[in-house]
């Protein structure tokens, strides 16, 4: 169990000493980055909560275990971010509709509510009435990056998990094995920030970060036509541009180390994501991002 799914070891045994116990909690929170695994684990130990097997859950071959494979099992629900960046009120209704049905191939249900602290509050009141009196057969894991913005009444009723970042060394192991990557510069593992979402994302886009990081390591030895030509990826690559500004600052912040100037464009990036952030002229705002550090 777990196997295919890096770092985070101590939970891993946890997970499993609770499937083993028999002792479960009615309600879970998975706390920790973004991009770290935490829905995946939570996939994973719902796959062993469901398992009808009585030896090694998940054992992968029972009904539950096929279902869940072909994402196809009616006692497991997932909830995730829907559209507006929220999880609202309705779909809280629509799992509580149902929530007091018997499970129907396995003995427990599982609801994994992804992305937990996006729910509205009038999501998370309507919630709390299911996370007090729960039916016994209900398992509900919340996913969160961010607990604070959870109620506590919904807080004081999860047994908490934390999730730790992954290390360095975690996150090149895992480009090195799973996919091929060799090279990796010390600014991609800096942006990763223990994050394998991160990391596949850095592996999928390398060429552009790879100019990143020549240009803006080197700001001095282009003219500014020349970054221009080279730095087009900054106005083609709009759906990417707030991860690529973030490389941009990793990248200024660990030359700032040898020269503090470098603080001062850090600042200009920083303004930048504000401005598109407001819906600024897109191509203006790249223009002014270059000028200005030039
Ligand atoms: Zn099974």
Request: charge should be negative.
């Amino acid at each position: 169990m777990f196997n295919n799914l890096i770092g985070n070891n101590k939970i891993k045994n946890n997970l499993i000493q609770i499937l083993n116990s028999n002792q479960l909690f009615h309600t879970y929170m998975f706390i920790g980055t973004k991009g770290i695994g935490k829905s995946e684990f939570a996939k994973e130990f719902a796959k062993g909560i469901l398992c009808n097997s009585n030896e090694q859950k998940p054992c992968l071959k029972c009904k539950s275990c096929l279902e869940l494979e072909n994402n196809n099992h009616p006692d497991y629900y997932y909830i995730g971010l829907e559209e507006e960046n929220s999880i609202k009120i309705e779909a809280i209704r629509k799992m509580q509709a149902k929530v007091q049905e018997l499970p129907i191939v396995s003995k427990k249900k599982v609801y994994i509510i992804d992305d937990s602290e996006y729910m509205t509050k009038e999501a998370q009141n309507s919630l709390l009435k299911t996370i007090e009196e729960p039916p016994e057969f209900v398992v509900i894991i919340l996913i969160t990056s961010d607990e604070n913005k959870i109620l506590n009444t919904i807080q004081s009723r999860c047994l908490k998990i934390y999730f730790q970042n992954i290390s360095d060394d975690e996150i090149k192991d895992y480009l090195k094995e799973k996919h091929g990557v060799k090279n990796i510069s010390e600014n991609e593992i800096i942006a990763c920030n223990g994050s394998i979402g991160k990391a596949i994302q850095i592996k999928e886009q390398k060429d552009n970060y790879i100019i990143l990081e020549n240009i803006f390591s080197n700001i001095e030895k282009y003219t500014l036509p020349e970054a221009l030509i080279k730095l087009e990826i900054l106005y083609k690559d709009k759906e990417n541009i707030n991860e690529m500004l973030d490389y941009i600052n990793v990248i200024l912040l660990n030359k700032a180390k040898e020269n503090i100037n470098y603080i001062n464009y850090i600042d200009i990036v920083e303004k930048v994501k504000r401005k598109l952030n407001s819906n600024c002229n897109y191509d203006m705002t790249i223009d002014y991002l270059i000028y200005n550090i030039w």
